[in-house]
């Protein structure tokens, strides 16, 4: 439990920026964790528990704990924003919409060998995302995805020539079309 805590408090941080919070006030943590779950439905919560995650992110160099003035503000340390960005890069997904526009988004990339590691990456979270290889550096997808392949190319430190994405109306290997619909269920 003290890893699901770690980890919301983190990935709230990375999209806060930090918390600023009166430290004369006798709740600081219970305002902190009302911040951290105001936007999820959590019916329960453990004040202890949070008490445990923020003091193992601080001893862990993940966050750090300023005072300024009367109050106090916590924020990532460059280690708790890369290790956000793993759990946002976890949670990554495309949206299925209702109805489909008829289009495929094709990603093609050319990443150099050295960057192997990086590549193989790329590749790997394509496939977890439903992407559906055409060859080895060019893969489809039926829907939306430019933001996802943006957070991926940024995450990666990759640029725009090095991932591309095109919006196809047609494939001309109809098979291929047709193993991927059946794939989408589209």
Request: proline share 2%.
């Amino acid at each position: 439990m003290k890893a699901d805590n770690s980890r919301k408090i983190l990935e709230f941080l990375l999209s806060t920026g930090m918390i600023s919070v009166a430290c004369t006030s006798p709740y600081f943590i219970s305002k902190i964790i009302k911040h951290i779950l105001k936007r999820k439905s959590h019916k329960l919560f453990d004040e202890k528990k949070f008490t445990c995650a923020f003091n193992y992110l601080r001893k862990k160099e993940l966050i750090k704990i300023e005072k300024d003035g009367y109050d106090v503000q916590i924020m990532l340390t460059e280690k708790g924003k890369e290790k956000a960005r793993k759990y946002q890069i976890d949670n990554l997904e495309i949206e299925k919409p209702k109805i489909w526009d008829g289009k495929w988004r094709i990603i093609i990339f050319d990443i150099l060998d050295k960057q192997r590691i990086k590549r193989d990456a790329f590749r790997k979270k394509l496939k977890e995302l439903g992407f559906y290889s055409l060859q080895k550096s060019v893969w489809a997808h039926p829907f939306d995805c430019k933001k996802e392949i943006k957070f991926l190319r940024e995450f990666f430190g990759l640029d725009k020539k090095q991932i591309e994405i095109l919006l196809v109306e047609k494939i001309e290997n109809d098979s291929v079309v047709k193993k991927m619909q059946e794939v989408y269920k589209i």
